[in-house]
């Protein structure tokens, strides 16, 4: 059970960030530019990845080992690109709440569809009911944000 609640305060944590990092990311965005503005977050996340992997030697895996891994596992940079474009260009429309909530309904819609159908090699985890009612619970929490 301990390991499950420092997961969950981990993706807390995250989830934190991801509400501080869109932030500051859209000024950023405003300032210099969207596409500029993701060129410099990811530059910045690369010389920090750099940093960690080969300075302080925190890397515990074989990144020699990338070949066999299927190609489209390599597509989270692509992704990521979207994601914060997404951010920096929703934010300053809707502010960090609505857009971060709209964000998270999305997540989950994916996420109960990746658990349920076992994507990408996952364990597969069913979809039920009540998981269902959360997402519209949640979807109806964003709903009345716009108000």
Do not use: C
């Not at 990092?21 to 596409?35: A, H, K």
């Not at 596992?73 to 300053?92: E, K, R, Y």
């Not at 349920?116 to 090699?121: C, R, Y």
């Amino acid at each position: 059970m301990p390991s499950k609640i420092l997961a969950l305060v981990i993706a807390l944590v995250a989830g934190i960030s991801m509400a501080i990092q869109g932030s500051i990311n859209s000024r950023l965005g405003q300032t210099i530019g969207n596409w500029e503005a993701i060129l410099i977050v990811h530059v910045v996340g690369l010389a920090t990845i750099l940093i960690i992997l080969f300075v302080f030697g925190a890397g515990k895996g074989d990144i020699a080992r990338v070949t066999e891994a299927p190609w489209y596992f390599s597509l989270g940079g692509l992704i990521g690109v979207l994601i914060v474009w997404g951010v920096v260009s929703s934010i300053p429309k809707l502010g960090v709440a609505i857009a971060t909530t709209s964000i998270i309904v999305g997540q989950t819609l994916t996420a109960l569809i990746i658990d349920h159908f076992g994507l990408f090699g996952l364990d597969p985890t069913p979809f039920t009911w009540f998981k269902g009612l959360g997402l519209v619970l949640l979807a109806a929490g964003a709903g009345l944000l716009l108000s």
